[in-house]
């Protein structure tokens, strides 16, 4: 049973426009969530996270979006780069005594076309 | 600062051998969580270690074990190992027992490959 879903393996955007990436879990016990970017050998890099309590937190280009009711998270990326092609996860966990156990998506892989 | 810290990067063995994987967290953290990737199952979590004690589990059977030594460094052990087992391992740390918000900072793994 896979709790945190990525539907779409991949995604490709133009260079300066939106990057949308989303993300659905089904464990309502889920209170905090997180994305991760990963390059080709290496590991993933923390990106932004955001609270159960909250519904959007931004960081410079980058802010999450959470709506608990649909149990759906989106990240969204403006403007895209090409540097920001990479594969991207999110992930979840379950409580304060579980953030060291991260439940992560499958996956997508964004592409910034120059 | 030093990042996470994993040996070696990269292995070969065979099916039914056993193997240790080390894994330094960054100076000051001592929660280690680890990390199974392969490409049909994605990320998935193994255990993680507070204090040389396992916190937490992840469903995987019981040739998978792991510890953690007094300065916060973690090993890893797989017994008897199966094709299967072939995959980037990640290590990840984080500096509270809770984790920060679960942040983990990863290391870039110990890639297994078993034939």
């Known amino acids: 049973d896979q709790q945190v879903k990525q539907n779409s393996p991949s995604l490709s955007v133009q260079e300066g426009r939106i990057s949308i990436l989303n993300c659905d879990y089904t464990?309502?016990?889920?209170?905090?969530f997180l994305w991760y970017k990963k390059y080709p050998a290496e590991g993933p890099t923390f990106l932004i996270s955001i609270s159960s309590i909250k519904d959007k937190n931004e960081d410079g280009r980058f802010t999450v979006f959470l709506n608990k009711s649909a149990k759906h998270l989106s990240l969204h990326i403006v403007p895209s780069q090409p540097g920001d092609s990479a594969v991207y996860f999110c992930?979840?966990?379950?409580?304060?005594?579980?953030?060291?156990?991260?439940?992560f998506g499958q996956g997508t892989t964004l592409q910034v076309k120059p | 600062k030093a990042g996470v810290t994993q040996t070696p990067r990269y292995l070969i063995k065979t099916r039914g051998q056993q193997v240790t994987l080390s894994c330094s967290p960054i100076?000051?953290?001592?929660?280690v969580s680890w990390y199974q990737q392969t490409p049909g199952q994605g990320l998935q979590f193994l255990f993680e270690?507070?204090?040389?004690?396992?916190?937490n589990k992840g469903n995987f059977p019981g040739r998978f074990s792991g510890r953690q030594f007094s300065n916060s460094r973690s090993e890893m052990n797989v017994s008897t190992l199966e094709l299967g087992d072939s995959a980037l391992y990640l290590c990840a740390s984080s500096p509270l027992r809770g984790g920060s918000h679960g942040e983990l900072f990863f290391g870039e793994g110990s890639r297994l490959t078993v034939l």
């Open positions: 464990n309502s016990m889920f209170d905090y």
């Open positions: 100076s000051g953290h001592r929660s």
């Open positions: 992930a979840a966990s379950a409580g304060s005594s579980n953030t060291g156990k991260l439940i």
């Open positions: 270690y507070f204090s040389e004690t396992q916190r």
